[in-house]
């Protein structure tokens, strides 16, 4: 499978995505996850389309099952990536990841573990936390 960096399992091009990702399993808040992606070189996961989504999800769970991860999505006065560019529903031409009732105007969004999500339907993944500081895992992306 991957390599191995610390608590950090490297997959590179999951489900032939053209990406390489970080997966850590060490909990970590959100500005904890996104300064150890950072220290290896990545930044917190950018899921941009519904296939890039489906991708590490499914890497998510081969690492660790039933989890909720960070990634890389923000909110200041707008839901944007790590990268600054913006987010549906601040981008609505943008992949739509959302669960029901989300989001609300938290400041970061995690990859939600929930019974019955599955990639084919998209029927959920990213909820808005209520705290940032929340001990979750989290997926990192190499830079492009």
């Known amino acids: 499978?991957?390599?191995?960096?610390?608590?950090?399992?490297?997959?590179?091009?999951?489900?032939?995505?053209?990406?390489?990702?970080?997966?850590?399993?060490?909990?970590r808040t959100w500005d904890g996850a996104a300064a150890n992606c950072a220290?290896?070189?990545?930044?917190?996961?950018?899921?941009?389309t519904e296939a890039e989504h489906g991708a590490v999800?499914?890497?998510?769970?081969?690492?660790?099952?039933?989890?909720?991860?960070w990634f890389g999505l923000g909110y200041t006065t707008q839901w944007e990536w790590t990268d600054g560019?913006?987010?549906y529903p601040s981008d609505p031409t943008g992949h739509d990841g959302w669960a029901a009732d989300e989001p609300r105007k938290d400041t970061c969004g995690f990859l939600w573990w929930r019974q019955g999500w599955s990639p084919m339907?998209?029927?959920?993944?990213?909820?808005?936390?209520?705290?940032?500081?929340?001990?979750?895992?989290?997926?990192?992306?190499?830079?492009?």
Do not use: I
């Open 57 to 69: 999800w499914m890497a998510a769970q081969d690492v660790r099952r039933n989890q909720n991860w």
């Open 121 to 144: 339907t998209m029927s959920g993944g990213w909820k808005a936390a209520d705290n940032c500081d929340a001990m979750l895992l989290s997926v990192c992306e190499a830079g492009d």
């Open 1 to 27: 499978d991957g390599a191995d960096c610390g608590d950090c399992t490297v997959v590179p091009n999951p489900s032939d995505s053209a990406h390489t990702y970080l997966f850590c399993t060490m909990t």
């Open 85 to 87: 560019t913006a987010a």
């Open 39 to 48: 220290t290896h070189g990545y930044h917190l996961a950018n899921l941009e």
